[in-house]
């Protein structure tokens, strides 16, 4: 029974102590040696301690034994028990670990050094390698900790960290779907029959010399914050059911402490933004309901006796402000509902075909003035949502439109960049531009550029509503002059990709 313990066949083992300690784990063989050698002198052995099978797996063993003793006092042989405990043990190391977990990350959060605590808890207890990925603001994911064994001289793991939620990586499909993975047996020919995506992952992995991972996420309430893998080298242990179990409850926890974390920070930021949006807005949203009130008093009272040319002016105002006042409060419902936490649901969007019937009707709204449309790379859907693309579209062209000279003509660049999975779309003017010290500054809430606006009306907050919707959607905005006079306003999106069963 013993031999099948230690996963040998009936017969192989020698019978001989040196060769009962070579089955040993090597970090616990010195202390199994001296407890077999104290027995002899005590007449009893109590022992727990780790065994290593021929197919490389770990177990947990419990012996208990009594040395028999000959007429002569002679020590003649040891009778006991021994009984796999494994199940038992890795049970209470999981209890463990959740327990200091809580400890962890108590309040007051420090995220960074939170998520380095949680790796060197779990490095080399539970695993021989470690690495947290958080999302950031854009829904991209950032590498925050990694850690290997103590005393090792490797690096970060390469390619565990994918570049945005929407990206067909097998972490981030993790974080969307909020189902772990565990490849409890990684090899080098492991990737040939998994499909690419994770063909990647696993490849980078062997190469890494690591034997079994677990990806799991981190989440709260429906929320995706990021997720943590785990490895082993093969150094005696494999990861099954038991360690995903263990991993998905940590990242649970995990995912709810850096939620509350979140939560606060944006507690704050609102209470401090409150008195500055309420005052900009109501006098933002005054001047055009004045000019709107005014002019149809006007042409109530004296009507009959302004001329027609008078009158068309009048209405040409009352329309232009109206237009103003319907932009302003879409962008501040679409301000409100992303603050609420509302995210978009994804689609497939093809960006030039929007991109082009939004144009279409800009130039039957504005016949003096002229548009163009350039696609770059085979057209592919980004994972969008067609109404918050238009309106970042309609508020980058109603800028454009604003600062640019009546004669030139403002342009929409798409470009599919199959490489870094992404859809870029530019939207250039030759107005103007922007100094180089205040590009990162226009999309901040209510900025508004004293060099650039030249008195133009707006509210400050149509580049922040369109920085916002990108972000929502796992994209990213910029800003940069352009050659030749004017601004480049840019952002991207993911190429869509279905979730892999």
């Not at 539970?126 to 690495?131: M, P």
């Not at 930021?269 to 006007?298: C, N, Q």
């Not at 039957?364 to 918050?388: D, H, K, N, W």
Request: hydrophobic residues 40%; contains cysteine; charged residues 30%.
């Amino acid at each position: 029974m013993l031999e099948v313990m230690h996963g040998l066949r009936p017969g192989e083992f020698p019978g001989t102590f040196d060769a009962f300690l070579e089955r040993v784990h090597p970090d616990d063989r010195e202390a199994v040696r001296r407890a077999f050698l104290n027995a002899v002198d005590e007449g009893s052995l109590d022992l727990e301690y780790r065994i290593v099978c021929p197919d490389g797996t770990m177990r947990w063993l419990e012996c208990h034994g009594r040395v028999v003793r000959g007429r002569e006092g002679l020590e003649r042989r040891m009778i006991g028990v021994c009984a796999d405990i494994t199940e038992r043990k890795e049970e209470e190391e999981s209890l463990a670990i959740l327990a200091e977990i809580a400890v962890i990350f108590a309040p007051p959060l420090d995220v960074k050094a939170c998520l380095a605590s949680l790796a060197k808890l779990l490095v080399p207890r539970l695993a021989d390698y470690c690495e947290v990925c958080v999302l950031d603001d854009d829904n991209r994911f950032v590498p925050v900790v990694w850690r290997g064994r103590p005393g090792s001289k490797g690096r970060p793991v390469e390619g565990l960290c994918p570049p945005h939620l929407r990206s067909s990586h097998p972490v981030a499909r993790v974080v969307r779907t909020a189902r772990p993975l565990l490849y409890a047996d990684i090899d080098h020919g492991a990737s040939d029959d998994a499909p690419r995506s994770q063909s990647r992952l696993l490849r980078a992995l062997a190469r890494a010399g690591y034997r079994s991972a677990i990806v799991a996420p981190l989440v709260a309430g429906g929320r995706a914050m990021g997720a943590i893998t785990v490895a082993t080298n093969g150094s005696g242990r494999s990861y099954g059911p038991r360690q995903l179990a263990l991993l998905q409850e940590l990242g649970r926890r995990v995912g709810l402490a850096l939620d509350n974390a979140r939560l606060y920070s944006e507690l704050q930021r609102a209470i401090e933004a409150k008195d500055e949006f309420l005052g900009l807005i109501s006098h933002e949203l005054r001047t055009p309901i004045t000019a709107i009130y005014g002019g149809a008093r006007m042409l109530r009272s004296r009507g009959e006796r302004l001329g027609a040319e008078n009158r068309d002016r009048i209405l040409a105002d009352i329309e232009q402000e109206s237009e103003r006042l319907f932009r302003m409060v879409e962008n501040l419902l679409a301000l409100a509902r992303l603050e609420l936490g509302q995210t978009p649901e994804m689609e497939p969007v093809m960006v030039d075909r929007v991109a082009a019937r939004l144009l279409s009707a800009y130039s039957e709204r504005f016949p003096g003035r002229g548009f163009e449309l350039r696609v770059e790379g085979e057209s592919r859907p980004a994972a969008a949502q067609t109404v918050y693309l238009e309106q970042v579209l309609r508020n980058l062209l109603n800028n454009a439109l604003r600062y640019s000279p009546p004669d030139s003509p403002v342009e929409i660049l798409v470009k599919y960049r199959e490489e870094e999975e992404e859809v870029e779309v530019h939207v250039l003017d030759r107005g103007p531009g922007v100094p180089e010290e205040e590009l990162e500054r226009i999309f901040e809430r209510f900025y508004r550029s004293e060099t650039s606006s030249g008195g133009k009306a707006g509210g400050g907050i149509g580049l922040t509503v369109c920085k916002r919707l990108v972000e929502a959607q796992s994209g990213r905005i910029w800003a940069q002059p352009r050659e030749g006079g004017g601004l480049d306003v840019a952002f991207t999106f993911p190429i869509w990709h279905e979730d892999e069963e």
